[in-house]
């Protein structure tokens, strides 16, 4: 289950991408070992969102 921090940041980055990048969103899913939310938004999937479980954006590439 996400935590109140990351729904927060997860509507955050799912509005801008929909309503102001016009971009699908193709999966979202918390992983259960670290308690991340993944997101993978794009039309050829190539936008990929980490949420830490305080709600911060990951930087780190996969």
Not at 1 to 22: G, I, K, N, W
Not at 38 to 61: H, I, K, M, R, V
Request: some cysteine.
């Amino acid at each position: 289950m996400p935590t109140t921090a990351q729904l927060e940041s997860l509507y955050r980055v799912c509005y801008q991408l929909t309503y102001f990048m016009l971009q699908p969103i193709h999966l979202i899913c918390v992983d259960g070992r670290t308690r991340n939310v993944y997101l993978l938004a794009g039309y050829n999937e190539e936008l990929e969102f980490q949420l830490l479980p305080n709600g911060e954006l990951s930087d780190e590439p996969d």
